[in-house]
Nanobody
Framework: QVQLVESGGGLVRPGGSLRLSCAASGFTLGYYAIGWFRQAPGKEREGVSCITLSADSTYYADSVKGRFTISRDNAKNTVYLQLNSLKPEDTAVYYC?????????????????????WGQGTQVTVSS
């Protein structure tokens, strides 16, 4: 059974950090580009970051550039998203997703329609 499981969310104060993990089971994560998305209450889901299957390219939404870092460890079948300098507006449910797309031109768009498998999400709350 193909499954993605996110972990690492929680409550953190503004300026704090979290590291989210996305673990795959039932398939080899190394064959897929992996994206992170988030959805805040009352808002549409938005793309946050993406990493190509070989990790040679990474892409970020402007709102998180310089604060978030995506990485992957294919040997552990896991992708990570390091969240630093967190702001209250980063509060959302964070999802990871897998895509078979290889095109950088497409992946950099961070469109959720380009992704095939999704996790259930992990809540990140930034509040004082």
């Amino acid at each position: 059974q193909v499954q993605l499981v996110e972990s690492g969310g929680g409550l953190v104060r503004p300026g704090g950090s979290l590291r989210l993990s996305c673990a795959a089971s039932g398939f080899t994560l190394g064959y897929y580009a992996i994206g992170w998305f988030r959805q805040a209450p009352g808002k549409e889901r938005e793309g946050v970051s993406c990493i190509t299957l070989s990790a040679d390219s990474t892409y970020y939404a402007d709102s998180v550039k310089g604060r978030f870092t995506i990485s992957r460890d294919n040997a552990k079948n896991t992708v990570y998203l390091q969240l630093n300098s967190l702001k209250p507006e980063d509060t959302a449910v964070y999802y990871c997703a897998a895509s078979i797309i290889r095109s950088s031109l497409r992946l950099r768009r961070l469109w959720d329609s380009d992704y095939d498998y999704w996790g259930q999400g992990t809540q990140v709350t930034v509040s004082s």
